[in-house]
């Protein structure tokens, strides 16, 4: 990768510039200020746009969600933490699928909130923020708003987190983060590949914070993967962050968590804004949590339509990356923005903007199989079009 | 209630650590958690100024509505509930900022205008959350008594005391103390304020504005969208009855929201949240005005019921009283969770004498009075 941290932080820069920049901060899924701040509502209003920018579920968290929330409509006038059932029945939750104490799990509005309050946590003048580059931005984002120093740690040949490389820069760091799958990319490692990076952090870094984002966590099925929880729950300076906003369907309802070492809970425990979980999301969570079986089939809908729309790029001569997510990230041979402009005008929202592969890569969501089926006819005709892109491609 | 007292006095100690207990509605953790009363039956709440009665039909249709959007990050709605609530005031987006709560706004105020050399200024009590969020980041608080007697803010005080400070919260009407000040002393102080200090802000938390009947109580969002240096907090938890969705703005000067937006956006506030605040914030003002009124006739009631047995209330201007009990407030608490009702948390350095209490309905209320009657009958083990 040739890329420079200059022209990095320009645009990060850029993006920052954004109107609602806030936002991004400490969520995911910035397109839908970006891409759909304009075209929504109208777009919206005839129900034919296809989201697939920003990882969502299409299907949204479930009717036995949906009802529980109905449920605590007669205690919305109360304070999250006056409800019958209180934010400590998710920690409980939590706590009994993970096989944790409660005391090593830690809750927030989305697990942005999470990834916000790491840094703030660990990060400091003289400790950066490592990251793999590529990732999910929202601690480089926080950092640069600091004034804190952040090592970009460029992916492997295959868009995977470079192990190597990110234990060697993490030497001295305050926090390093470790997004498996990482997003955008898709890509994952398997459990012995992240004990084995947590390990040799511990001991070229030992005061060095280990986060390891598990946001895709429940849309992956390489057999290889196996969630770092247990590993965290057990060692010092390491935690995991989950949300509900993907495999669970809950993006709108912002919550999300974190498992680790009960110091490293406590510290980024300290940060977090008091009862940001609304009353009703509340019972979201907690009924979402009790129905394993509809998580096991989202995952299954999810593969086969990831399945199905990474062949039928395939079949157009464009190869994506592995991907254990609910998106994937595409080498179309051609800038992500012109072809995420042509696919808007055909009422699909694509994947924002991804440097240093902006002038390679789109990344796109799984929307239903059906809006996918529908995806695909535009991605035809717009790749088709050889006016969007300097390039030739293949068909 | 079978809770021990054992339980209560260690959760109390542990709150008591400091003379800024914790936030809005810390009382879950005094009271060790309110799931094991639930379960004895409800419990009577008046330990956290809500609204009895929710945010109305209207708005839980609007809840329902958002449910196909549950699954989506809701960063357009948000945009388009900052511009509903901002034309609500006659203003642009611009001079919007939303968040979880006005929890959110309180801290990010904090966050950006405070500093290491730059301290926070506030009136003891106040609400906690700008101290707690200013203790949290290690800057400085310099805190100011009330005026005796009255409870009201000490402006001279606090003028006194806001010179060179990085952020002056001023809660207004002040809580847990229920006290009010009217728009011309509110201006004046400002602008005293601005001129003596002109690299302060001031944060002018409204959360109990719809409540105020005080004669030339009002709103300093006309000041604060003329200067950035004035930025006014409101809330759809209180009157609105939307504590549970976790919904509050921000009103002032576009570079002082720009500034606030560029800390920290809404990317925490549910659709949930959102649905009902673009209902809300639209609703007929008749609406408001109606709940004004229920909580303004059931605070009169409990107010005279207090007064009329020689407990003495301040000046409420919210839907809460702060009542001098004559007695710990931690023996009244104990003593009428006891009975079924929850009343509020230690406010130092008015725990040994006063007890905050929230409004609730005026069946709740007459209720309450029944239970405060029994346990103030009983002589105070702590008598002095």
Redesign the interface.
């Known amino acids: 990768m040739s890329l420079t941290r200059r022209r990095l932080f320009e645009r990060l820069g850029s993006v920052a510039a954004f109107p609602m920049s806030g936002e991004a901060v400490a969520a995911r899924g910035r397109e839908a200020a970006e891409a759909e701040g304009v075209a929504l509502t109208a777009a919206a209003q005839n129900g034919s746009t296809i989201r697939i920018a920003s990882n969502e579920n299409p299907l949204g968290p479930g009717q036995h969600v949906l009802d529980a929330i109905v449920g605590r409509f007669p205690e919305v006038g109360r304070y999250p933490f006056n409800a019958k059932q209180p934010e400590a029945a998710i920690v409980s939750a939590l706590a009994s699928m993970h096989s944790v104490a409660n005391n090593r799990i830690s809750l927030s509005a989305g697990s942005g909130e999470l990834l916000v309050n790491a840094v703030r946590a660990f990060c400091t003048a003289d400790r950066p923020l490592v990251t793999a580059w590529p990732s999910f931005e929202a601690p480089v984002t926080t950092a640069n708003k600091m004034g804190l120093p952040v090592k970009m740690v460029e992916l492997d040949g295959e868009l995977r987190i470079d192990i190597a490389k990110l234990v060697e820069a993490s030497k001295g760091a305050g926090l390093v983060f470790f997004c498996n799958p990482n997003n955008p990319t898709g890509t994952v490692h398997g459990a012995a590949a992240v004990a084995d990076f947590v390990k040799q952090v511990r001991a070229a870094s030992p005061n060095t914070v280990i986060l390891i984002d598990e946001a895709y966590h429940e849309y992956v099925t390489n057999p290889s993967y196996q969630s770092a929880i247990a590993l965290a729950a057990e060692t010092p300076n390491v935690f995991v962050t989950r949300t509900f906003s993907k495999a669970y369907g809950m993006a709108g309802l912002r919550i999300g968590y974190a498992v680790g070492h009960t110091e490293t809970i406590a510290e980024v425990n300290r940060y977090r804004m008091p009862f940001s979980i609304g009353l009703p999301n509340i019972a979201a969570a907690v009924t979402g949590l009790g129905n394993p079986r509809h998580i096991e089939s989202e995952r299954a809908r999810n593969t086969a339509v990831r399945d199905f729309t990474t062949k039928a790029f395939q079949e157009m001569g464009y190869s994506a990356t592995a991907s254990e997510t609910n998106f994937i990230f595409v080498d179309l041979k051609a800038p992500a923005a012109p072809f995420r402009d042509a696919c808007r005008e055909h009422g699909v929202l694509v994947g924002r903007d991804f440097p240093p592969y902006e002038k390679t890569h789109c990344r796109i969501s799984m929307g239903t199989m059906e809006e996918m089926q529908r995806a695909v006819q535009v991605f035809r005709k717009v790749l088709g079009n050889t006016t969007i892109a300097a390039g030739q491609h293949g068909r | 209630m079978s809770l021990s007292r054992r339980q209560f006095v260690q959760t109390l100690s542990a709150g008591a650590a400091g003379a800024w207990i914790g936030?809005?509605?810390?009382?879950?953790?005094i009271f060790g958690?309110?799931?094991g009363l639930?379960a004895q039956g409800d419990p009577l709440?008046l330990?956290?100024n809500?609204?009895?009665?929710?945010?109305g039909q209207a708005v839980?249709n609007a809840?329902?509505g958002?449910?196909?959007?549950?699954?989506?990050?809701?960063?357009?709605t948000?945009?388009?509930v900052t511009r509903a609530i901002a034309e609500s005031h006659k203003l642009k987006p611009q001079n919007v900022?939303i968040g979880?709560?006005s929890?959110?706004i309180l801290?990010t105020s904090t966050h950006v205008f405070t500093s290491k050399t730059r301290p926070l200024v506030a009136c003891i009590p106040a609400y906690e959350?700008c101290a707690d969020y200013a203790r949290?980041m290690g800057h400085p608080i310099s805190t100011v008594a009330l005026t005796p007697g009255s409870l009201t803010m000490d402006l001279d005080a606090l003028l006194g005391a806001s010179k060179g400070g990085g952020l002056v919260f001023y809660c207004n009407p002040n809580n847990p103390v229920a006290t009010g000040v009217d728009a011309k002393g509110t201006r004046d102080f400002i602008t005293a304020l601005l001129k003596a200090s002109p690299d302060t802000t001031i944060l002018v938390d409204e959360a109990y504005f719809e409540y105020a009947t005080m004669p030339g109580y009002e709103t300093m969002i006309p000041l604060a969208v003329d200067n950035p240096r004035v930025v006014v907090a409101r809330t759809f938890?209180k009157a609105y009855?939307?504590?549970?969705?976790?919904l509050g703005y921000a009103v002032g000067h576009p570079d002082a929201i720009k500034k606030m937006?560029?800390?920290?956006?809404?990317?925490?506030?549910?659709?949930?949240?959102l649905a009902?605040g673009m209902v809300a914030a639209t609703q007929d003002p008749s609406i408001i005005a109606a709940e004004s009124r229920r909580n303004t006739e059931a605070r009169s009631f409990t107010a005279k019921w207090f007064s009329d047995r020689g407990y003495t209330p301040t000046d409420s201007q919210t839907n809460f009283l702060f009542v001098d009990i004559k007695r710990p407030c931690r023996e009244f608490r104990e003593a009428c969770a006891k009975h079924g009702v929850m009343v509020g948390r230690d406010f130092p350095p008015y725990e040994k004498s006063h007890c905050r209490i929230s409004i609730s309905t005026l069946a709740d209320m007459q209720r309450a009075v029944q239970v405060f009657e029994k346990v103030l009958a009983q002589p105070s083990a702590a008598a002095a």
């Open positions: 936030a809005r509605g810390r009382e879950a953790s958690g309110l799931e639930h709440i330990a956290s809500e609204n009895p009665l929710g945010p839980l809840v329902r958002s449910f196909s959007e549950a699954g989506r990050y809701p960063f357009a948000a945009a388009d900022l979880s709560g929890t959110q801290r959350e949290l938890s009855g939307m504590a549970g969705l976790r937006g560029d800390w920290d956006g809404n990317g925490t506030v549910s659709v949930l949240a009902a």
